[in-house]
């Protein structure tokens, strides 16, 4: 089928490595975060939020690191396995007169090897 | 988490032609967003739908091309018209859930030919 990777950056992981997806985000008043993970053929799915009063957060094998300093996220998987691979976006929420709008970041592909 | 429900799940169309997605979720929801994956990229939000209101679009995006519906607040449909290939994309429904955050449908994976 077709693929929704064609122009993103790759990332390739051996099976048990840890894994650091980055991503820049463009407006310094986002105050919320979220990552998702996009299997070929479905919606995005919720991996972790994080709120701007935070600078990190963790959940099961994934962690969220927040720098607003210089507008940069990063999703951390810990003991990557096969089914991890896949399509990962962060997402900043808008405030204000764009409240509920979500701006996706361009996207990674993970492909974890056996 | 809301549950949301999208048809059709994949469509082939000829250019020309409209096509009307539609989008239920399994509660009742404010704000409801529909969103343009194109092949290869991110997701581009299309417009805003509103239970009584006309829908709110991003730049880019024009009612008479892609209309859209939202009757009550747990339904919404969004119709892309006069398709031209260019028009080939993933169209996802979401939602805001009680936690902030936002579930997707499954999208509809829609070529035009």
């Known amino acids: 089928g077709e693929s929704v990777g064609l122009h993103l950056p790759t990332l390739s992981v051996q099976e048990g490595d840890n894994s650091i997806i980055n991503c820049a985000y463009s407006n310094s008043a986002s105050d919320y975060f979220i990552w998702y993970k996009q299997e070929s053929g479905k919606g995005p799915q919720f991996i972790i939020d994080?709120?701007?009063?935070?600078d990190k957060r963790q959940g099961q094998r994934v962690t969220v690191l927040l720098n607003k300093t210089v507008k940069h996220l990063s999703l951390q998987i810990a003991a990557t396995q096969p089914g991890d691979s896949a399509v990962y976006f962060c997402a900043e929420k808008g405030s204000g007169t764009s409240y509920g709008k979500l701006t996706f970041g361009q996207g990674t592909i993970l492909t974890v090897h056996p | 988490s809301a549950v949301i429900s999208q048809k059709p799940s994949r469509d082939i169309c000829q250019r020309g032609t409209s096509l009307t997605i539609q989008c239920q979720v399994d509660?009742?929801?404010?704000?409801m967003f529909w969103y343009r994956q194109q092949p290869g990229q991110s997701l581009t939000l299309i417009a805003t739908a509103n239970q009584g209101s006309e829908a709110t679009y991003e730049s880019g995006f024009v009612i008479d091309k892609f209309p859209i519906s939202r009757p009550n607040l747990t339904f919404s449909t969004l119709t892309v018209s006069n398709m031209s290939p260019e028009d080939s994309s993933i169209y996802l429904c979401s939602v805001e859930n009680n936690r902030g955050s936002y579930t997707f449908g499954s999208g509809t994976r829609l070529t035009v030919v």
């Open positions: 994080i709120r701007s009063n935070m």
């Open positions: 509660s009742q929801v404010t704000m």
